[in-house]
């Protein structure tokens, strides 16, 4: 063959978003703030929850889990991506590997996280009298601990066949990360397995996830229509509808990015949809569920005040 004549790539070089240098100090404000953002807000999350007995709930449990999450996330991309407008753009294709199996790890644990917290929710408002037994602390820790191992699979499984393939011609990624779509216009053997297996993950992380989600939603919110009080169904909707945004908005641009490698991908939507699950949805999430969360906003307040008063 052709290919096995020419020079495997070693090194992978990133469009990132646009070329034009009187852009990149533009871009690489945006994406420090959002980093700095989602980083200490996730922090706060993390640290405010961790550091109170009251919110130590199978709820706020989930919290911490997806704040470690979006922690983990945007440092597994955002510095490269800094690094790369203040210096060549470019990453090694070991680093590029590393990169994409972090990056599906952590997108994938964000879907699983969402479907054990509408889980938790619909436990919690269609059945509270046996909450305590359907939502023990050997439930949550368990349904915690199958979210990190089912997604270290998968995220194995997709970059072991990304491995397999050959880059040996173009090493030039329209992108600002290195992701399963971009990378696969690149291989230069077949990748109709790696696709067929991108288009399954799709359907079960995005698909049979989403389904489960909408489910207990429509059970939550036949439960929350039966209360008779108007204060009782604000109070449930309340400790639901920051998630349901949260899940509706980060769910359409993880399939739509996933589930496009079978029938065409377009690089430019590709980044801003991109843009919005890998450092928006990080940066937003700690702001939708902290600033609408009375409890979470005492505990933080008690603990900036003990932290001042030292």
């Known amino acids: 063959m052709a290919w096995m004549n020419q020079t495997l790539v070693t090194e992978f070089f990133v469009k990132g978003f646009s070329e034009a240098p009187h852009l990149q100090p533009l871009f690489f404000f945006f994406f420090l703030s959002l980093y700095t953002v989602a980083l200490s807000g ?5 640290v405010t929850i961790s550091f109170n007995s009251i919110l130590h ?41 590393t990169q994409l199996y972090f990056l599906t790890w952590f997108l994938g644990a964000e879907l699983l996280l969402f479907t054990a917290m509408a889980y938790d929710r619909y436990v919690a408002i269609c059945h509270p009298l046996h909450y ?30 990304m491995i397999q393939l050959t880059f040996c011609g173009p090493n030039k990624i329209n992108h600002f990360l290195c992701e399963i779509p971009t990378l696969l ?27 489960l989600t909408m489910v207990s939603y429509g059970f939550i919110i036949s439960s929350i229509l039966k209360i008779r009080t108007t204060e009782g169904k604000k109070k449930a909707f309340s400790t639901c509808s920051s998630h349901l945004i949260v ?29 919005l699950y890998s450092t928006v949805s990080p940066a937003a999430n700690p702001l939708i569920y902290t600033l609408r969360n009375k409890d979470v906003k005492q505990a933080l307040r008690k603990l900036l005040v003990s932290w001042f008063s030292f």
């Not at 709820?59 to 955002?78: C, E, G, P, Q």
């Open 42 to 46: 996730n922090i706060f999350t993390f």
């Open 57 to 97: 709930t199978p709820m706020y449990f989930f919290l911490v889990s997806l704040a470690v999450v979006d922690i983990l996330r945007t440092s597994t991309i955002l510095p490269k991506v800094l690094e790369n407008m203040a210096d060549k753009k470019s990453i090694s294709y070991f680093g590029c590997m």
């Open 132 to 161: 305590t037994t359907m939502m023990s602390r050997k439930v949550y820790i368990l349904l915690a601990g199958s979210v990190w191992a089912i997604t270290a699979i998968g995220s194995s499984v997709q970059t072991g066949l």
């Open 185 to 211: 216009l690149l291989s230069c053997t077949s990748t109709y397995l790696n696709n067929t297996m991108v288009v399954i993950a799709t359907i079960y992380f995005g698909g049979i996830n989403f389904v």
């Open 247 to 275: 899940v509706t908005i980060y769910y359409t641009t993880v399939i739509y990015t996933y589930i496009l490698p079978g029938s065409g991908y377009y690089p430019e939507k590709g980044k801003a949809v991109a843009v």
